[in-house]
């Protein structure tokens, strides 16, 4: 076969700015983009397939902002150069779609096509029906937006850019695709180097069953449980294992409701310990993950080292109000203790903000997790109302008064009105929330706990650091930082100005060698209670309140005082003797659903 003509595709995950109106990027960023591997998957796939012709070569270009400049000029003449081609701005979140706008004006003042798909467009066509400021702004520039998941619908789009007849809108809201079979997520090894820990990522399913106000997932992927097979998954860890990367980031808001947990599992332990793959893993779950039979205990076994789980709160009325009821305090403690078991670290996200909080029940609700819930890194977020999520439609619907920025919707920024605090005190609260969990004196009680547990307490010492510099020197979210700030300062935000070279250089070089300094000497000064802690004999024999045997009812904690929790444990209580007073009348206890409520 001879190739005639070439169509060049470039693959582009923006970032966003920082409050100085520079681009977040590092030398080294976090958590690799699986919007970007799956685009990626699937267009690699399409030029298998020759779904231009056999006489186009389909050459595709992927690039994640947080470690790679983008130059919008070199983007444009890569497709000059090969005569035909389209920039895709993949997976843009609401915070990145001012930055993905201003990578796109560039680009189509040289007359390239340039389509943006993602949580924003498809969060905003799914519940406000398409109408919002910056999406106009992006149909005034000529964009072609796409709505939905690109699994069997990319073939059209390359097509029709390749026609010259590309259409403004591709909306597959209503008809999310099968995922099974179809194109795995993938990404370069050299690209993937690019992450801290050389991780890369896939999602093994799509989904929630639940109905969280705050969410946009099941907007955005339904509510539907769509998966990929044991068999996929397999394909995904081989095909990646063979280009040398061990480190994987399953996506799945929630592995734990994925139906096919146990199978996919059993495939993941069956290449770890019978055929001794050198692999590791880091999930999303639930609060009540621990009651499916089995599950921390295999996924453990399959290799996975760290959990990100949704606490988001600890008082129930909260957690109602958000629509999040299956979360139940009652069972965090245990759920916790399950995973120290098996020696997995524990991430949990934790939001600030929801209408009964203020500044002092927020301080409590932390000095109680830190002294009787045994969770390893707690990260914190400012309840937002996330395009695409229910809390931001019935704002927007009730004439709300939201922050017009895009760029702050980051879970980092106030960006709506609270009821008991004003944006100082909620700032306020955010600020304090970080520094009263990671003091020095719990920051030893964590890493006795995991020391204790047997787990790996060097790795924790790492994610500590980690956490704390990110907030302290790097004023950024530790989700949002990497290793080595890096910044050009020709690619600052519009309405900020140009910082004259003679300044500008110094200044970043001075800083940075000032964090790096501050980075060792807060690792050190860590890493020598970190080692107390490894040469104590006694370290095995630690424990605290929060280590201690899960008790029935849990009575005298402070985790259950509040009028609301205490209310939560009574109804709790009612539901549990009506299981026991089910199953026909023979006194038998009803165990536990695999699922819990709201699936």
């Known amino acids: 076969m001879t190739v005639g003509r070439r169509f060049c595709l470039i693959l582009v995950k923006p970032s966003h700015y920082d409050d100085d109106g520079y681009v977040i990027q590092w030398l080294r960023s976090p958590i690799p983009s699986n919007s970007l591997a799956a685009l990626y998957g699937i267009a690699k796939d399409c030029a298998a397939r020759q779904v231009l012709g056999e006489d186009v070569a389909l050459d595709i270009h992927a690039f994640d902002e947080?470690?790679?400049?983008?130059?919008?000029?070199?983007?444009?003449?890569?497709?000059?150069?090969?005569?035909?081609?389209?920039?895709m701005l993949v997976g843009v979140q609401s915070n990145q779609f001012p930055?993905?706008?201003?990578?796109?004006?560039?680009?189509?003042?040289?007359?390239?096509?340039?389509?943006?798909?993602?949580?924003?467009?498809?969060?905003?066509?799914?519940?406000?029906?398409?109408v919002d400021r910056e999406l106009d702004a992006a149909r005034a520039l000529g964009l072609t937006l796409f709505a939905g998941e690109a699994e069997g619908r990319l073939d059209r789009v390359l097509q029709d850019a390749a026609a010259g007849r590309l259409e403004p809108v591709y909306d597959y809201m209503d008809d999310l695709p099968s995922i099974e079979g179809a194109p795995i997520p993938l990404m370069a090894a050299e690209r993937v180097q690019r992450t801290a820990g050389a991780a890369t990522s896939f999602d093994a399913g799509r989904g929630c069953p639940y109905q969280c106000s705050f969410c946009t997932i099941i907007n955005v992927q339904g509510r539907k449980s769509r998966r990929r097979s044991p068999d996929d998954v397999e394909t995904?860890?081989?095909?990646?294992?063979?280009?040398?990367?061990?480190?994987?980031?399953?996506?799945?808001?929630?592995?734990?409701?994925?139906?096919?947990?146990?199978?996919?599992?059993?495939?993941?332990?069956?290449?770890?310990?019978?055929?001794?793959?050198?692999?590791?893993?880091?999930?999303?779950?639930?609060?009540?993950?621990?009651?499916?039979?089995?599950?921390?205990?295999?996924?453990?076994?399959?290799?996975?080292?760290?959990?990100?789980?949704?606490?988001?709160?600890?008082?129930?009325?909260?957690?109602?109000?958000a629509k999040k009821r299956q979360n139940k305090i009652t069972e965090y403690r245990q759920m916790l203790l399950a995973w120290k078991a098996v020696r997995v670290i524990t991430y949990a996200g934790y939001i600030l903000g929801f209408p009964n909080d203020t500044v002092d029940s927020i301080m409590h609700d932390i000095d109680v997790i830190k002294r009787?819930?045994?969770?390893?890194?707690?990260?914190?977020?400012?309840?937002?109302?996330?395009?695409?999520?229910?809390?931001?439609?019935?704002?927007?619907?009730?004439?709300?008064?939201?922050h017009p920025d895009l760029n702050r919707y980051d879970l980092n920024h106030v960006c709506a009105p609270h009821a008991k605090m004003s944006p100082l005190d909620w700032k306020k609260a955010y600020a304090l929330a970080w520094q009263r969990y990671y003091t020095t004196e719990h920051i030893t009680t964590i890493l006795k706990r995991v020391a204790a547990s047997?787990?790996?307490?060097?790795?924790?010492?790492?994610?500590?650091?980690?956490?704390?510099?990110?907030?302290?020197?790097?004023?950024?979210?530790?989700?949002?930082?990497?290793?080595?700030?890096?910044?050009?300062?020709?690619?600052?935000?519009?309405?900020?100005?140009?910082?004259?070279?003679?300044?500008?250089?110094?200044?970043?070089?001075?800083?940075?060698?000032?964090?790096?300094?501050?980075?060792?000497a807060l690792y050190l000064r860590l890493r020598r209670i970190y080692l107390r802690i490894k040469h104590d004999p006694r370290k095995f024999a630690y424990t605290d309140t929060a280590m201690s045997a899960w008790e029935e009812g849990e009575a005298g904690r402070a985790l259950f005082e509040?009028?609301?929790?205490?209310?939560?444990?009574?109804?709790?209580?009612?539901?549990q003797e009506a299981r026991t007073a089910g199953a026909g009348g023979l006194g038998l206890p009803i165990p536990p659903a695999a699922a819990p409520e709201g699936a």
């Not at 680009?107 to 398409?130: E, N």
């Not at 100005?497 to 501050?518: C, D, G, N, Q, S």
Request: glycine share 8%; charged share 25%; proline share 6%.
């Open 99 to 130: 930055r993905a706008l201003d990578l796109a004006r560039p680009l189509r003042a040289a007359g390239i096509a340039v389509a943006v798909g993602g949580f924003h467009v498809s969060g905003v066509t799914a519940m406000l029906a398409g």
């Open 454 to 520: 047997g787990g790996n307490a060097s790795n924790a010492l790492f994610l500590i650091t980690w956490f704390k510099g990110s907030i302290d020197f790097e004023r950024i979210h530790p989700l949002e930082s990497g290793f080595l700030r890096l910044k050009s300062r020709t690619d600052r935000r519009p309405g900020f100005p140009r910082e004259p070279a003679l300044t500008f250089y110094p200044r970043y070089w001075a800083h940075t060698a000032i964090k790096l300094v501050r980075w060792g």
């Open 236 to 321: 995904i860890v081989r095909t990646n294992y063979a280009q040398g990367l061990r480190s994987f980031f399953i996506t799945d808001d929630n592995f734990a409701r994925n139906k096919d947990w146990e199978p996919i599992l059993d495939r993941l332990i069956h290449l770890r310990e019978v055929e001794k793959l050198n692999i590791g893993f880091i999930i999303q779950v639930d609060t009540l993950c621990h009651k499916l039979p089995n599950f921390v205990e295999k996924a453990a076994r399959a290799g996975v080292r760290r959990v990100f789980i949704g606490l988001e709160n600890i008082n129930p009325q909260n957690l109602a109000d």
């Open 562 to 575: 509040s009028a609301a929790a205490r209310a939560f444990v009574e109804e709790q209580r009612r539901v």
């Open 66 to 87: 947080t470690n790679t400049r983008i130059r919008p000029k070199r983007l444009a003449a890569m497709i000059q150069e090969a005569g035909a081609g389209m920039v």
């Open 372 to 402: 009787e819930l045994p969770v390893d890194l707690l990260e914190f977020f400012y309840l937002t109302p996330l395009p695409g999520s229910e809390d931001h439609r019935r704002l927007v619907q009730a004439g709300v008064p939201l």
